[in-house]
């Protein structure tokens, strides 16, 4: 009976074309659904760690909106952070916002064209105002690049926003409240940019520094934005928080390329230098929505009180207060004549000026909405250029 058996399934076997899986190809055929489980694992375990890196920015702006990336802040007003304006920066951008303290680190103190030889070793944002020791109570100390101007050392580039406005690795806003009692607050929202590209008139570029403090300020009234001042050059204009384009409820800034003047729309704007002899139209800003930076995402956070001029770190008590109180210039003095990076003026403007002052200079306890000075304080009610 056996041997029958063992010759009916041999025969059947025979009949059957389709070869019978051996124990060997059923371990194969095993191993083979394995290897592609762990496959599946693994892929989406890379997927996951280059998500959670940032590098499929598409999947994280779908889990990350504005406002759930928005900076929450404690010891500070948060209505400070929720209207905060945006910035398109124009899409011809090569001087992009800058890391605050990367200036200190690319530049030496200088007065007079010599450097201050026992500046504190390292000078850094928190002890920067030991400077006001020198040259003229620090008003004369200006912080001069290491790298000549022309060689273009990278640092002064800055850093592009990512696809959240956020400037990587760079602290490039100080935001400063100063309350004004009776619930009136002015925010100031301070812009750094490393290089200031000036206009270029009759194929003259003019004006070109290093260092640039340019600003918006809201005046809010019991946490509600009621005016808003866009600084250009000199001067600047001021509108209705109504009048102004808002993403939501923030609202939008458009700096322009290279001068970084702020405006309220994109498109081409005639600006006048302050006592300049140019004819109106010759120097002309251009705004465009080229990269959105959301300053709020990497900025420092301090509160001014108007009575005494003190500054002092708002929110969690870490931004460096030493960069408020420094009274000189975040950038080259202006070079002489005798220079020849500079060389001659052309119509009484030079390539290269002197760098800027700091933010306690941006008349920070202002009467009204424009800063205080002879210059009358239109508030528009309608956009424009
Ligand atoms: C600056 O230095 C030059 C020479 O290096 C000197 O003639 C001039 O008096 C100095 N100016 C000041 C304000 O110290
Ligand atoms: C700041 O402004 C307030 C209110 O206008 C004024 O009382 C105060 O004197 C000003 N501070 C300074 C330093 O001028
Ligand atoms: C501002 O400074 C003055 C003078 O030092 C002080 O009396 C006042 O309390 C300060 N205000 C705040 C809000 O700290
Ligand atoms: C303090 O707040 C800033 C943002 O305002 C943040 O970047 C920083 O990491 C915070 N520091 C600490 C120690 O929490």
């Not at 928005?70 to 304006?85: K, W």
């Not at 006001?132 to 790298?147: A, E, H, M, Q």
């Not at 001068?259 to 109106?280: T, V």
Request: proline fraction near 6%; aromatic fraction near 12%; charged fraction near 20%.
């Amino acid at each position: 009976m056996e041997t029958m058996h063992e010759l009916q399934l041999e025969k059947g076997s025979h009949h059957n074309n389709t070869p019978r899986p051996t124990e060997l190809a059923l371990t194969k055929r095993r191993n083979i659904w394995t290897v592609l489980c762990y496959q599946t694992i693994s892929l989406l375990a890379i997927i996951y760690f280059l998500w959670q890196h940032g590098f499929l920015t598409f999947a994280r702006q779908t889990v990350c909106t504005r406002a759930d990336c928005a900076l929450q802040v404690t010891n500070f007003p948060q209505y400070v952070i929720d209207y905060a304006p945006l910035v398109w920066l124009d899409e011809d951008e090569t001087y992009f916002p800058s890391d605050i303290s990367a200036q200190v680190e690319n530049t030496h103190p200088d007065v007079n064209f010599s450097t201050i030889v026992d500046a504190p070793d390292p000078l850094t944002l928190d002890n920067l105002d030991a400077l006001n020791k020198y040259g003229n109570k620090g008003f004369d100390v200006f912080l001069t690049s290491k790298l000549d101007v022309t060689t273009n050392p990278i640092w002064l580039e800055g850093v592009v926003p990512d696809s959240h406005g956020k400037t990587k690795g760079a602290s490039s806003c100080a935001i400063i409240i100063n309350d004004r009692g009776s619930g009136r607050v002015d925010a100031f929202y301070m812009y750094f940019y490393a290089y200031n590209q000036g206009n270029t008139v009759l194929f003259h570029e003019l004006g070109d520094h290093i260092g640039d403090w340019e600003h918006n300020m809201i005046r809010f009234q019991d946490g509600k934005p009621e005016t808003m001042w866009f600084s250009q050059h000199g001067n600047g204009q001021a509108f209705t928080y109504d009048a102004v384009e808002k993403e939501d409820i923030r609202p939008i800034s458009y700096s322009a390329a290279g001068s970084h003047a702020n405006y309220a729309i994109a498109g081409s704007h005639d600006h006048s230098i302050p006592d300049a002899n140019l004819p109106f139209g010759f120097l002309i800003d251009h705004t465009s929505q080229g990269v959105l930076w959301d300053p709020t995402l990497n900025a420092y956070l301090y509160v001014y009180n108007g009575t005494d001029r003190s500054f002092s770190a708002g929110g969690n008590g870490t931004s460096p207060v030493g960069a408020m109180n420094f009274k000189g210039q975040w950038g080259d003095q202006q070079y002489p004549e005798s220079d020849p990076k500079q060389g001659k003026p052309f119509f009484g403007f030079y390539k290269y000026v002197g760098g800027p002052t700091g933010p306690w200079n941006k008349g920070l306890n202002r009467t009204l909405t424009c800063p205080d000075n002879a210059i009358r304080c239109i508030i528009r009610t309608i956009r424009g250029p």
